[in-house]
């Protein structure tokens, strides 16, 4: 190696130590804000040029009041129907045809299901054949009861006799009673057979399709009706202790972006030992926007909180910084303050920063 490379060799072992080096201090600097825009600070002569207290409008300044105002806890609550029935079969058969699929609406009485109803027909028609037949024995031995008297009163036949005739006259009596009954019983089963919808409302779910054997007590349909919809939620106990019957409350429905007034009609009064908590429903008026199972809050009263409001005309910003101009013995002072929510009235309230008292300045 001649003595040239070795210098080559050494130079290039210095330079790239030196530009990382470089690169470094340059990332500090960036980092640092070097080559970011300066906002310039603010002198106090500045601020007495740019508010001269001595001709401030004192007209167009605010004085910072504290106020009470009702505060709410925002308690997670559901849409549910308060009439909503299962539909299901009182009897083994099988199904022919359902009438109604989820979604459809439905009056009180309306045919939902009809169910197989050959078995059903031909036991009325033999019941009914056999409440015949036992009338006509009936009338048969009513006629001997009463030839057997006149014979008795003739003493032609003995008391023996007539007691058997009253004996038989009295046991197809019986007989007919309890077939009149079998008619009864198989009639109402085959009335069984077709499933009427108990209220007005809308079908939620089907469970079944036409070919199935419907099961006594499976569920088949489900409905409810859109015009008991009421809010339901579990309070916490301490909050639930302060509501009444009858209260008016706040209902918010997110997905609507809509805001309810209802009353409260039922607080049950037995706690969830688990989350110690008590169910509290409420009514609320009918839209046909609502759904069972949709989401909703209910904001529960919790007391009263302290509040400074502001006018928002008051405000500047610096970036995503907040602050307002006080006069402060005379002279202008800047106070960052930390905002909430913007009220109907053009005021902003304030979380911090600000006391009661305060004399805010206009900004210029």
Same mark, same amino acid.
């Not at 009041?65 to 997670?76: G, M, R």
């Not at 028609?125 to 009163?153: D, G, H, P, W």
């Not at 409905?223 to 409350?249: C, D, F, H, M, W």
């Given at each position: 190696?001649?003595?040239?490379?070795?210098?080559?060799?050494?130079?290039?072992? /210095?330079?790239?130590p *030196?530009? &990382?080096?470089?690169? /470094?201090l340059?990332?500090?600097?960036?980092?640092?804000?070097?080559?970011?825009?300066?906002?310039?600070? %603010?002198?106090?002569?500045d601020?007495?040029?740019?508010?001269?207290?001595?001709v401030?409008?004192?007209?167009?300044?605010?004085?910072?009041?504290?106020?009470?105002?009702?505060?709410?806890e925002?308690?997670a609550?559901?849409?549910?129907?308060?009439?909503?029935?299962?539909?299901?079969?009182?009897?083994?058969?099988?199904?022919?045809?359902?009438?109604?699929?989820?979604?459809?609406t439905? +009056?009180?009485?309306?045919?939902?299901i009809? *169910?197989?109803?050959?078995?059903?027909?031909?036991?009325?028609?033999?019941?009914?054949?056999?409440?015949n037949?036992?009338?006509?024995?009936?009338?048969?031995?009513?006629?001997?009861?009463?030839?057997?008297?006149?014979?008795?009163?003739?003493?032609?036949?003995?008391?023996?006799?007539?007691?058997?005739?009253?004996?038989?006259?009295?046991?197809?009596?019986?007989?007919?009673?309890?077939? +009149?009954?079998?008619?009864?019983?198989?009639?109402?089963?085959?009335?069984?057979?077709n499933l009427?919808?108990?209220?007005n409302?809308?079908?939620?779910?089907?469970? &079944?399709?036409?070919?199935?054997?419907?099961?006594?007590?499976? +569920?088949?349909?489900s409905?409810?009706?859109?015009?008991?919809?009421? %809010?339901?939620a579990?309070?916490?106990?301490?909050?639930?202790l302060?509501?009444?019957i009858?209260?008016?409350?706040t209902?918010?429905?997110?997905?609507l972006?809509?805001?309810?007034?209802?009353?409260?009609?039922?607080?049950?009064p037995?706690?969830?030992?688990?989350?110690?908590?008590?169910?509290?429903?409420?009514?609320?008026?009918?839209?046909?926007?609502?759904l069972?199972?949709?989401?909703?809050?209910?904001?529960?009263?919790?007391?009263e909180?302290?509040q400074?409001l502001i006018?928002i005309?008051?405000?500047?910003?610096v970036g995503?910084?907040?602050?307002?101009?006080?006069?402060?013995?005379?002279?202008?002072?800047?106070?960052?303050?930390?905002?909430?929510? %913007?009220q109907?009235?053009?005021?902003?309230s304030?979380?911090?920063?600000?006391m009661?008292?305060?004399?805010l300045?206009?900004?210029?």
């Amino acid at each position: 190696m001649t003595h040239n490379d070795a210098k080559q060799g050494t130079a290039q072992k /210095l330079i790239i130590p *030196l530009i &990382a080096l470089a690169l /470094l201090l340059l990332m500090v600097a960036w980092l640092a804000g070097y080559f970011n825009e300066k906002i310039s600070p %603010v002198t106090k002569e500045d601020l007495q040029q740019k508010y001269n207290m001595a001709v401030i409008d004192k007209t167009d300044s605010y004085t910072v009041n504290a106020s009470k105002v009702p505060i709410f806890e925002s308690v997670a609550a559901s849409i549910e129907a308060k009439q909503a029935t299962i539909i299901s079969s009182r009897i083994l058969a099988r199904i022919d045809n359902i009438h109604v699929r989820a979604g459809d609406t439905v +009056k009180q009485g309306d045919l939902l299901i009809q *169910l197989e109803q050959g078995d059903l027909k031909s036991q009325v028609l033999q019941a009914k054949q056999n409440v015949n037949a036992l009338r006509a024995r009936q009338n048969e031995a009513k006629q001997n009861l009463e030839r057997s008297k006149t014979l008795m009163k003739k003493l032609l036949i003995s008391e023996f006799e007539l007691d058997k005739k009253r004996a038989d006259y009295q046991s197809i009596n019986a007989e007919l009673t309890a077939a +009149k009954q079998a008619l009864s019983q198989n009639t109402t089963r085959l009335q069984y057979a077709n499933l009427l919808a108990p209220i007005n409302g809308i079908i939620v779910n089907r469970f &079944a399709e036409p070919g199935d054997t419907a099961q006594p007590g499976t +569920k088949l349909l489900s409905l409810y009706n859109p015009l008991s919809l009421r %809010v339901e939620a579990q309070v916490r106990e301490r909050l639930a202790l302060t509501l009444k019957i009858g209260q008016s409350i706040t209902v918010e429905l997110p997905s609507l972006n809509k805001t309810l007034v209802g009353q409260i009609e039922e607080i049950v009064p037995a706690a969830n030992t688990g989350s110690r908590s008590f169910l509290i429903k409420t009514r609320i008026s009918a839209n046909e926007n609502l759904l069972s199972g949709m989401y909703a809050r209910l904001l529960i009263p919790a007391g009263e909180q302290q509040q400074l409001l502001i006018p928002i005309n008051k405000v500047a910003q610096v970036g995503q910084l907040d602050f307002v101009w006080l006069n402060v013995n005379g002279e202008a002072q800047r106070r960052f303050v930390r905002l909430g929510k %913007v009220q109907q009235n053009n005021m902003v309230s304030v979380i911090s920063g600000l006391m009661p008292g305060d004399e805010l300045m206009p900004q210029k």
